[in-house]
């Protein structure tokens, strides 16, 4: 869900009922002096997550990102925020541009983790141009049953 949610139109999709995600609006999106290159790369860093009986899995797009340029962090004890830069390509002098359609800039990604998440043992691994972060969830304890003998 975006904080303010997406009838601004600022065409991302949301669900104002997710109360897991953690997503930032950019009130100046569309304005000619906007930094659209940032709100672009936060727009490009697209997030699948599912959830399996052993762990939350995240994938992240981020195509033609190292490792090395994206980070992985787990703040206030509950939020996984996944975040990175994609540098704009240097311009020579001589250099002439017919399109530009690739976004660089920051991107970051702030998601609410449930109750359940084991937050101390997250680990990531990126492939391809995806980020798999995997956080293993607490084993669902089983209520203890004793029997007991009723007498006479």
Do not use: C, Y
């Amino acid at each position: 869900m975006s904080l303010i949610p997406s009838f601004f139109g600022n065409g991302r999709r949301s669900n104002v009922f997710d109360p897991f995600s953690l997503d930032v609006w950019d009130p100046f999106q569309g304005f000619p002096f906007s930094s659209a290159g940032e709100t672009t790369a936060v727009a490009n860093a697209r997030i699948d997550w599912k959830e399996t009986p052993e762990a939350h899995l995240f994938k992240v797009d981020v195509p033609g990102l190292k490792k090395e340029e994206v980070k992985v962090e787990v703040e206030d004890g509950n939020i996984l925020q996944i975040s990175g830069e994609r540098n704009k390509e240097k311009e020579e002098k001589n250099d002439k541009w017919h399109r530009v359609e690739r976004s660089s800039g920051k991107f970051i990604r702030r998601l609410r983790m449930p109750e359940n998440a084991k937050l101390e043992e997250v680990k990531a691994a990126m492939e391809n141009g995806v980020l798999t972060v995997t956080v293993p969830k607490e084993e669902v304890k089983k209520p203890e049953v004793k029997s007991i003998d009723i007498s006479g």
